[in-house]
Every structure is written in structure tokens, then in C-alpha cells.
């Protein structure tokens, strides 16, 4: 805007600034490869068409432009994005074929990056830098919920099991997060949740949190 200057991106997608404005992330679309089959090939790749139709589905790319010094780069196979709160930080969600994804977390800054496995859910806190996720591993092993502060690289377990963990929730403009942790009772045919909440998380993996679980088949 203040050199009237026009930049243009080629196949470029569902663009989003950071908040302070100073970096632009956008999904670059991309088109599957295909080859010209010779006269008679037809019939003997029919069956080879239906199995290979999904692993030929295009995959597309993210694009993330300083805008200050119209700095570009490319990460392949990005199938989703979403800046934190105050921009400072940009999560990249993986293409996957099962129930879980990596995820990668980049300092727009620093230019360093953060790389989870076996994500199945994420939620940023809409103030702070901090990202709620959960895990689902293997046969439910190393499934929990893990708190990433990404302003300073802290790591934190809030808590571990082979249960399954869905819905996180954080609380409006605080550091407050609830996430339901699923429970089996053979007396009912689906499965129930535990309620798991913890207050105040700040950046202190030493710092005692309040937290708090409601089991509904105890309390009333």
C-alpha cells in the first residue's frame, strides 16, 4: 500500500494475514499428474484407475510471504494453517490418511520450527502463544494431552493414558483449557467423559495448576 507496488501469487487459495499484519499464509493449489495411456491400455488400467484414484488426488502446498520484506516460502503437503493469536507463530497441519496428522509449529521470527506426531486434535489460545493438543498413538499408546508454549519452547504433559481425548476447549482470554477424556462402562452402549480442566496455565512446567475432574458416574 505504500509503494502501490502489486504482488501476485500464482494458485493461491484461502489467504490469511497474521494479526500485526506482517506475514501472509495462503494454501497453493496444485494438479495431479496425468499420464496419456496408448491406444489399448485402456482396459488392462481400469482396475489400476479405481486404486489408484485417491493416491493420485493432488495435494496442496502452503505459501507464507513477509510483507515487509516480500520474503517467500513453500511447505509441501499442508492440508490446513492457522497463525496464533498475536501472529508470532503458524501451525501447519499435515496431510494423513488416518485419524491423526503431524503438525507443524513455525516461529515466523526466528524462523525455527516444532514438529508433533500423532496429533488428532490442536486449538490455539486466542491470546498467548500457547497450543492445546491431543495424541493418539498405536493401539492407544502415548495418547494424552500435551500443552506447547511456543513463545518459549516449553513443553508440557497435562495429562497421559490410554483413553481417547476430544473437544478442547479454551476459556475467552484466559489460560484456562477443558478437554473431555473418553471412559468405557459396559452398563451403556456408547461411551461417556470424563471432564478434565486445568486454570490458569501460565508458562511454569514446575508451577502446581489448579486442576479439576469430573467423573459424571460419581458425582452428582
Keep these: 500500500i505504500a509503494t502501490g507496488a502489486l504482488t501476485v501469487v500464482e494458485n493461491g487459495e484461502n489467504p490469511a494475514f497474521s494479526e500485526e499484519g506482517g506475514w501472509l499464509a495462503y494454501t497453493l493449489t496444485t494438479e495431479a499428474e496425468e499420464e496419456e495411456d ?51 507463530h503458524l501451525l501447519m497441519a499435515r496431510y494423513s490418511d488416518t485419524d491423526t496428522r503431524s503438525i507443524v509449529v513455525k516461529d515466523l521470527a526466528g524462523n525455527s520450527q516444532m514438529v508433533f ?21 498405536e493401539d492407544d499408546v502415548g495418547n494424552g494431552v500435551q500443552l506447547y508454549e511456543a513463545e518459549s519452547g516449553q513443553l508440557r504433559s497435562l495429562d497421559s493414558g490410554d483413553a481417547k481425548y476430544a473437544e478442547l476447549s479454551w476459556r475467552d482470554d484466559s489460560s484456562d483449557l477443558a478437554v473431555l477424556r473418553e471412559i468405557k462402562d459396559d452398563g451403556y452402549e456408547d461411551e461417556s467423559h470424563h471432564i478434565l480442566a486445568w486454570l490458569d496455565l501460565d508458562d511454569s512446567p514446575n508451577r502446581n495448576t489448579d486442576s479439576f475432574e469430573l467423573d459424571p458416574r460419581a458425582d452428582n
Aim: glycine share 8%; aromatic share 8%; net charge negative.
Design 117 to 137: 506426531g500423532n496429533v488428532s486434535a490442536w486449538s490455539w489460545q486466542d491470546i498467548g502463544s500457547k497450543l492445546a493438543f491431543t495424541v493418539h498413538g
Design 38 to 88: 496408448s491406444p489399448g491400455d485402456e482396459e488392462a488400467d481400469q482396475a489400476d484407475d479405481d486404486e489408484q484414484e485417491e493416491e493420485d488426488e493432488a495435494r496442496n502446498n502452503l505459501g507464507i510471504s513477509n510483507l515487509l520484506t516480500d520474503e517467500r516460502q513453500e511447505f509441501l503437503n499442508v492440508e490446513s494453517f492457522e497463525f496464533s493469536a498475536e501472529g508470532s
